[in-house]
């Protein structure tokens, strides 16, 4: 955790050094080129230190100029490569949220296997780009590109009319989700948000009753987001037809229960076919 | 029977080991084997020293018990059992011989509200443990119950559902659950099956010979014959095994889950747990205060099949 904090310290300060030195000689260039200059910091970073290969970069100086081409860690849309980081994070990457904030002490160490799964259509700033999204207090349609969510999830009715895609989802920077203090959050850290109403289920998740821990059993510990398995908008899993069923020993049968709904159960062929 | 607890020491140390009676009994009966087949097949055995074949077959005659032979025995056997392998079935299969691990007791944990009955986990035991494909021999069984019963005289684990879960039904995996007290050991008249010391029943196939007593024995249903000669696709063999674990099986043998010990003990996880889409399944070394598997032992409302019978499992069941 504290090589973590050293590295993004130091990849910090070189980007802001470059930034220096890109304004102070080629102040008339276009913000393209700081762009790129900082794409390659990130790269000559990411170089440096193999492990942590998704480590997002988030400028604190939030110029304008800057704003459009911020090196994001989803640049590179066909990346299907499993973006893994440690945990915790860097704080500048959850602006104005206290790093790591659950109620729970103790809890093995553990990095993400997590995904920047979404919808084809991610980016969300494509579209809802700098423009804060005006809520509005009538629950509309889903339009566009968002007709295909399936929104079990606050069509039950403990979430009917009581929330709504703005309650997790930032109005002002739409590639992050919100929390209920407004805090902003990384897709890659969703449990900090799904934890907020389902709080049992983020302490389990943490110290290893719930969810999926994967690669070992001992060791660095790597488990998978919440977002792997559950979707965000309908959690339930959903029924699903199973492995087919083994067959009765050689020399048995199935034979229906009495009952209707009883279990069948296994029969000597040989008899059954005495009896029938 | 404590100092064969502990196998690791004894293949180790093959000094130690004394020569017990069996083994002079082994070797006059050896001599006595050579000396009545004769000047021709005595020839037949020296010519066939390196091939295999008669030699091979006395040799697997006369193997000692996994925790009686010497580290040269136990390399000789393996080497033997991978080339008859190859012979059988055609593909190059590694026999692995790794001990257990230091300050291990392996343990399980499923959350049976999370289990959905998708026998994801049964396929990828059959996979990952060379089971015999034609009488589809599956080490997990997943009980189908109703909702608010567990009453396990009316599960049913050969349930055939359009989806699962189906309404009104919960779903039970139940495989070994490598009892600390193991009765199935205790019924095994020649020893073929013991207690390892992370925890893990095993059994030694080349020494069981097929009473099947110890399945008798086992309350869980955890043991399954190899009536017939196990026939595996050759694409399908999984060539990573171990000698106790999911080496190929010879018909007449018994068989049973052994949480993957060829992947646990190199620390990855079974394959039941890798496969399971819901992530029912937590497993882990109980004697690791901070593990998850502890974790669940210490915070959740956990149960064992069939306490009642002293046999402790080391599978524990638990609901959210
Ligand atoms: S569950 Fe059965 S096979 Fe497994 S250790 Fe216990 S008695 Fe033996
Ligand atoms: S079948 Fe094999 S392991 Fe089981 S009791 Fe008989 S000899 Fe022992």
């Known amino acids: ?276 | 029977m404590s100092e064969k607890n502990n196998p690791a020491k004894t293949v180790e140390t093959p000094e130690n080991s004394d020569v017990s009676r069996r083994e002079l009994f082994k070797k006059t009966a050896i001599a006595g084997t050579i000396a009545a087949a004769g000047a021709v097949s005595t020839t037949i055995a020296a010519s066939n020293v390196e091939s295999g074949g008669l030699s091979d077959a006395l040799d697997e005659f006369f193997q000692k018990h996994y925790q009686e032979m010497s580290k040269e025995e136990m390399q000789k056997a393996i080497a033997r059992l991978e080339r008859k392998a190859k012979e059988k079935h055609g593909k190059e299969i590694h026999i692995g011989n790794t001990p257990p691990l230091e300050g291990v007791l392996f343990g399980y944990a499923l959350n049976i509200s999370k289990c959905k009955g998708y026998r994801k986990c049964v396929d990828a035991c059959v996979a990952e443990n060379n089971q015999n494909r034609d009488t589809t021999i599956q080490y997990i069984r997943v009980l189908e119950l109703e909702n608010e019963s567990m009453n396990f005289e009316e599960a049913d684990h050969y349930y055939d559902r359009e989806t699962v879960p189906h309404t009104g039904k919960k779903y039970f995996p139940i495989q070994c659950q490598q009892c600390e007290n193991p009765p199935c050991v205790t019924a095994c008249p020649v020893e073929a099956t013991w207690k390892e010391a992370d925890g893990i029943t095993v059994i030694d196939y080349n020494w069981c010979i097929g009473c099947r007593y110890c399945a008798a024995a086992c309350p869980y249903w955890a043991r399954k014959f190899n009536w017939s000669e196990p026939s595996i696709p050759e694409e399908k063999i999984n060539p990573e095994t171990h000698y106790l674990s999911n080496r190929p099986r010879m018909r007449g043998v018994m068989e049973k889950c052994t949480f993957c010990l060829q992947r646990t003990r190199k620390g990855k996880l079974p394959a039941c747990l890798e496969a399971c889409p819901t992530g029912a399944r937590v497993f882990g070394n109980i004697l690791d205060p901070k593990s998850e598997i502890r974790y669940v032992l210490e915070n959740k409302k956990v149960f064992r099949l069939k306490e009642e019978l002293n046999t402790e499992p080391k599978f524990w069941y638990y609901s959210d």
């Open chain 1, 1 to 276: 955790m504290s090589t973590n904090k050293i590295t993004f310290y130091s990849v910090r300060y070189a980007v802001a050094f470059c930034a220096i030195f890109f304004f102070a000689f080629s102040f008339s260039n276009s913000s393209l080129s700081i762009g790129q200059e900082v794409e390659e910091v990130v790269e000559n970073k990411t170089e440096t230190d193999a492990e942590e290969e998704s480590e997002e970069e988030d400028e604190e100086s939030d110029d304008e100029e800057e704003e459009d081409d911020e090196a994001m860690p989803w640049d590179d849309e066909d990346d299907e490569e499993i973006k893994v980081f440690k945990f915790p994070q860097s704080t500048e990457f959850l602006p104005n949220f206290p790093i790591f904030k659950v109620k729970y002490a103790g809890f093995p160490e553990f990095k993400i296997k997590g995904r920047l799964r979404s919808s084809e259509y991610f980016l969300c700033s494509e579209c809802h780009d700098g423009v804060e999204l005006k809520p509005r207090p009538i629950i509309r349609e889903l339009r566009k590109e968002h007709t295909n969510i399936n929104l079990d999830h606050i069509k039950q009715e403990h979430g009917t009319e009581k929330f709504w895609c703005t309650t997790c989802h930032d109005t002002s920077r739409p590639d992050y989700l919100v929390g209920l203090k407004k805090q902003s959050i990384h897709f890659d850290q969703s449990f900090l948000l799904c934890g907020q109403c389902h709080s049992q289920n983020q302490k389990d998740w943490l110290f290893g009753a719930h969810g999926k821990r994967t690669g070992n059993w001992n060791g660095e510990r790597t488990i998978l987001l919440c977002t792997e398995c559950h979707s965000p908008h309908s959690p339930a899993l959903e029924p699903a037809s199973p492995n087919p069923p083994p067959p009765p020993r050689q020399g048995q049968i199935l034979v229906k229960s009495v009952h209707p709904e009883g279990p069948r159960k296994t029969w000597d062929k040989f008899i059954y076919s005495k009896q029938h």
